[in-house]
């Protein structure tokens, strides 16, 4: 007799976005306000992410600080348009593309950022 497999839908493992990160870090520099291709506002801001602590070369332990761009639209771009620089927060979004058409060199103006989804200040 013949065992025949078959896949049952509603027994499935869920799929994990692979793309969706969680970051804390501080504001940089006050959000740049721009105005996206609907009308909609889109906070454009650099963040200050710390590392975890590794061993360098020396044997001593280092953390590297990392400054990456995000940015966000209405309704998350509309309090994050408030905030100042030193602010510490906790984002969570996914890898994305910003496209800077006004960016001084053709290698800036697109940039690996992260698109923020929700956002929550980290004490």
Known sequence: MD???SSDPTNTWPLTDLNALSVTGTLVQE???LVGATGELVAVVVLAI???LQASASGTMIRHTYFVHAFAM???ADWLATM???TRLR???SLDYLY???APTVTERVVLSIRIEELALHA
Do not use: F, W
């Open 3 to 5: 065992t025949q497999l």
């Open 31 to 33: 959000p740049d306000l």
């Open 50 to 52: 710390e590392g975890k």
């Open 74 to 76: 209405s309704p998350v």
């Open 84 to 86: 100042r620089a030193g």
């Open 91 to 93: 984002i969570l979004g």
């Open 100 to 102: 800077r058409a006004d």
